[in-house]
C-alpha cells in the first residue's frame, strides 16, 4: 500500500512539472516575437482588388487581407493596428524595414530577400489588357521591341515582367490602378496586372480587351520580416493553412464578392 501511495504521489509531481518551451510555446511569448510592440501592425495594399479595397459606406479598409489580419490579432490577443497603403512596392518596404509586422504579397524572389513568407492563401492571374482594335490575339504576341507594357511599380506584375521579358519595353506608374488609364491616355500597347483589376477598368472605359489565359499565376501569401523568431514564422504559417482548411478564407471571398479567385 506505500509502495503505491509513493507511486502516486510521483506521478502527481510529474504531471505537474512545467511544461519544456520545447514542447508547446506560450501563446503570450509567440506574441511578443510576432508583435514586438504589444500591437500587431498589419500593413494592407488597396492597390490589389483582390486583397482589400475601401469600403464606400464606413470609409474603412475591407477585404480578405483585413479579414486574416483581425483573425490573426485575435488568436495572439493583441490589437490590431491597419496601415494602408496604396501600392505593393510601400507594402513592402513597410515589412522589410520592420515598421509593419505582417503584409500580404505575391510571393516572390526578388522580395524573398527581405520577407518570410507563408504559404500562398490565394492564387489570382496576371492578364495583358489592349484595345479592340489592337493587332494582338494571344500573350505570346506581346514581347516584341515595338511594344510598351505598363506595369504598377513593384507590383509581382512588375518583378515578373521585369525578368521575362526580353524586347517589349516596360513603363512604370506609381500604382496598379493608375496602369490602365496611364495605358489609355499615353496610348501605350498593352496594359499589365490583376485579371478582375483590368476587367473592371475595361468595363468602365470601354473600347478595351483582355487577352485569352495569363501571362503569370500570382501566389498571394502573409509575409513577415526576415528576421523573425522560427517559432515566429512556423505560427504564421500554420496560422495560414488553418485559415484556408476551416473555410475562413473561402467564406471571405465570398463575402466580399471576390471572383476568379482560387485557394491553394
Not at 485575435?74 to 496604396?86: D, F, G
Amino acid at each position: 500500500m506505500l509502495k503505491l501511495f509513493k507511486l502516486a504521489v510521483a506521478a502527481i509531481c510529474w504531471l505537474t512539472l512545467p511544461v519544456s518551451p520545447s514542447w508547446a510555446h506560450d501563446s503570450n511569448e509567440i506574441a511578443k516575437q510576432i508583435a514586438p510592440t504589444g500591437t500587431l501592425r498589419a500593413v494592407i495594399n488597396l492597390g490589389n482588388p483582390i486583397l482589400a479595397h475601401v469600403d464606400s459606406q464606413s470609409s474603412e479598409p475591407t477585404g480578405v487581407s483585413v479579414d486574416l489580419a483581425q483573425a490573426l490579432a485575435q488568436r495572439l490577443k493583441v490589437p490590431l493596428k491597419l496601415m494602408t497603403v496604396s501600392s505593393a512596392a510601400k507594402s513592402v518596404e513597410s515589412v522589410t524595414s520592420g515598421n509593419a509586422d505582417v503584409g500580404f504579397f505575391a510571393i516572390d524572389p526578388v522580395r524573398g530577400q527581405g520577407i518570410s513568407f507563408t504559404p500562398a492563401y490565394v492564387v489570382i492571374e496576371g492578364s495583358y489588357l489592349v484595345r479592340n482594335n489592337s493587332p494582338l490575339k494571344q500573350n505570346e504576341e506581346v514581347d516584341q521591341s515595338k511594344h510598351t507594357v505598363v506595369v504598377g511599380k513593384g507590383s509581382a506584375y512588375d518583378l515578373f515582367l521585369t525578368r521575362e521579358l526580353k524586347s517589349a519595353h516596360l513603363i512604370r506608374t506609381n500604382t496598379s490602378p493608375e496602369v490602365v488609364p496611364f495605358f489609355v491616355s499615353e496610348n501605350h500597347d498593352v496594359a499589365a496586372g490583376v485579371k478582375q483589376q483590368l476587367e473592371a477598368d475595361a468595363k468602365r472605359l470601354g473600347g478595351l480587351r483582355l487577352l485569352p489565359g495569363h501571362f503569370m499565376v500570382i501566389e498571394q501569401a502573409m509575409g513577415q520580416p526576415l528576421g523573425r523568431t522560427q517559432s515566429a514564422k512556423t505560427f504564421l504559417k500554420n496560422f495560414v493553412e488553418d485559415m484556408k482548411s476551416n473555410d475562413f478564407v473561402r467564406d471571405s471571398l465570398i463575402r466580399h464578392h471576390i471572383d476568379g479567385a482560387s485557394i491553394p
